[in-house]
């Protein structure tokens, strides 16, 4: 039996637990240092026990009372199973489940945190959705559909991704496209749009038709980011919204710059951005925030049903294990790692006779003979992620609109290349190992 001095230590132990958890669940900050793991799964059997499915005197007696069948998935969720949201609202608190309420409130006051933590101090709200990215895009075009419901067209600067594209689409809206141009005609170098590509895209269509323009910040070379500055106010001035597809732009300090000129001067009107290409977590969650705090709601509200708690869930356990501090490490490693992959790929472009193009962004791009690489890199040497491109006048046709040389961003053919990117958690050996690999599969190329 314990002596009265060692229960004294257990209790003491056990109450500075519940004061870090009880600290969270009032002040709903992030902690300077993150949680270890046993108190994050303290946090969450604390919150299934305020489901009603896990009181042990409660009757259910409705069409969703919370109820699992198999032992494992039980286990896989601690008891959570009722979501987040109720059927007008993905944000509104359900009676029958408090825990996942406070848990859905906790991970958005911590979304929004880490917005400011990152350099977007003017942002007014966020709200974590369990789609993707291109889904986010979605209901974000439908919340802005209800705002003008005469337009049918959205401003599209090009990016060959599919489902930004598709989100588009699946708005039920027409997007005009504009595409990206070399900023050196023949050579190899950087892609974008300016004001006279914008001014020539509408200049048949009526403004008063026009939703909004759909800008892109994070994206593969040699496109360069979108000036969020050029096309914030080109929207404003023509009188309609500004969207931005901001998927992994929260790794980049150069990126979280322009949203941050841009949001101070009222540019922009929502930005979107994916859970796991920025914080690690498995896929499945997105971030739509805004400096104006209604236009947040309003998707919320749009949202049809109770939703998946699962990528709010994550979103909240990883943050709060890294806490404030480990947040900006993490994004200064990949910072340091970006640098180190460009010294690299330098270094390598060098002793084979090739270039590198690093636009404003956090990839870079590799000019070579590419059309026997990129399946070699994948299926011979495991090199994951990297985009071989062959501008060869190739036509694709998605939903009816037909892009010459996809995957390139625009229509003017140029030399084949190669694009690595530095996303966050990438280290220094990676690195070393995909530059080493890239090195023998040109020799294998040679030879």
């Known amino acids: 039996m314990l002596s009265s001095e060692q229960q004294k230590i257990v209790r003491n132990v056990a109450k500075k637990s519940l004061n870090k958890i009880d600290e969270l ?30 009181f042990t005197d409660s009757v259910g007696g409705g069409e969703r009372e919370g109820r699992i069948v198999c032992s494992l998935v039980e286990r896989l969720h601690l008891g959570l199973s009722h979501g987040i949201g109720r059927s007008g609202n993905i944000a509104e608190t359900q009676p029958k489940a408090l825990g996942s309420s406070m848990l859905n409130s906790l991970a958005n006051s911590m979304a929004l945190e880490v917005l400011h933590v990152l350099g977007l101090e003017s942002c007014k709200k966020a709200l974590i959705l369990p789609v993707c990215t291109g889904m986010a895009l979605t209901l974000s075009l439908l919340t802005l559909k209800q705002l003008r419901p005469s337009t049918k067209y959205v401003i599209f600067s090009r990016i060959d991704q599919k489902s930004c594209l598709k989100s588009i689409f699946a708005a039920g809206l027409i997007p005009i496209i504009v595409n990206q141009t070399p900023t050196n005609p023949g050579t190899f170098c950087e892609l974008k749009i300016n004001e006279s590509n914008l001014e020539e895209a509408i200049s048949s269509i009526k403004t008063s038709e026009i939703l909004c323009i759909l800008s892109t910040t994070s ?55 994916s859970t796991d290409k920025n914080f690690q977590t498995p896929v499945g969650g997105s971030i739509i925030s805004s400096s104006n705090k ?58 084979i006779g090739e270039e590198i193009i690093e636009p404003e962004g956090n990839e870079i791009s590799l000019v070579e003979e ?59 050996n990676e690195v070393e190992n995909i530059v080493q690999r890239l090195r023998e599969c040109f020799c294998d190329i040679k030879n």
């Open 25 to 54: 669940l009032i002040s709903q900050k992030l902690p300077n240092n993150g949680f270890s793991e046993g108190l994050l799964t303290q946090l969450l059997e604390s919150l299934s026990a305020a489901d009603s499915n896990n």
């Open 294 to 351: 209604e236009m947040v709601i309003k998707v919320g509200k749009l949202y049809p049903g109770r939703a998946s708690a699962i990528p709010s869930r994550d979103f909240l356990l990883t943050v709060l294990n890294l806490g404030k501090n480990g947040l900006l490490k993490m994004m200064e490693e990949r910072n340091q790692v970006y640098a180190f992959l460009v010294e690299k790929m330098r270094e390598f472009a060098a002793e």
């Open 219 to 273: 994206c593969f070379a040699p496109r360069v980011p979108d000036s969020l500055i050029l096309n914030g106010t080109f929207a404003r001035k023509n009188g309609f919204f500004h969207l931005v597809n901001n998927a992994y732009g929260l790794q980049s300090p150069s990126i979280i710059l322009q949203l941050s000129q841009a949001l101070n001067s009222n540019l922009i009107d929502i930005f979107v951005q």
């Open 370 to 428: 590419c059309k026997k690489l990129g399946g070699i890199l994948f299926t011979r040497y495991k090199v994951t992620g990297t985009r071989v491109i062959i501008s060869n006048g190739t036509v694709t046709n998605i939903n009816g609109i037909e892009f010459k040389n996809f995957g390139s961003h625009t229509n003017v053919s140029i030399v084949p290349y190669i694009t690595v990117a530095a996303g966050v958690g990438m280290t220094k």
